[in-house]
């Protein structure tokens, strides 16, 4: 079991920058991969970036060369640093942490990105 806390999100304008943080509440080192999704309204739920605990990263085409997902494992903290924000970004975004056959996923933050 583990709790995901994500933290970060607000309302920012187009062109902006946010950071959003996840706090695990146990060591993510050995979590097969990690992942930032999110959901606007009336839409699926889609991958935004995942990271697995290699190191290796994989983007969504709409957010490839804005933002950059990034595990810190001794702050058992997942990040996601989005610059150049779109209000097509504007969404709940929530952590996932894939932990051998279990997926979990935390409450979500809103990110509202205004023109």
């Known amino acids: 079991q583990v709790q995901l806390v994500e933290s970060g999100g607000g309302l920012v304008q187009a062109g902006g920058s946010l950071r959003l943080s996840c706090a695990a509440s146990?060591?993510?080192?050995?979590?097969?991969?990690m992942a930032w999704y999110r959901q606007a309204p009336g839409k699926q739920r889609e991958m935004v970036a995942s990271?697995?605990?290699?190191?290796?990263?994989n983007y969504a085409d709409s957010v490839k060369g804005r933002f950059t997902i990034s595990r810190d494992n001794a702050k058992n903290t997942l990040y996601l640093q989005m610059n150049s924000l779109k209000p097509e970004d504007t969404a709940v975004y929530y952590c996932?942490?894939?932990?051998?056959?279990?997926?979990?996923w935390g409450q979500g933050t809103q990110v509202t990105v205004s023109l």
């Open positions: 996932n942490a894939y932990i051998y056959t279990d997926d979990y």
């Open positions: 146990r060591s993510i080192f050995s979590f097969n991969s």
């Open positions: 990271v697995t605990r290699g190191g290796y990263t």
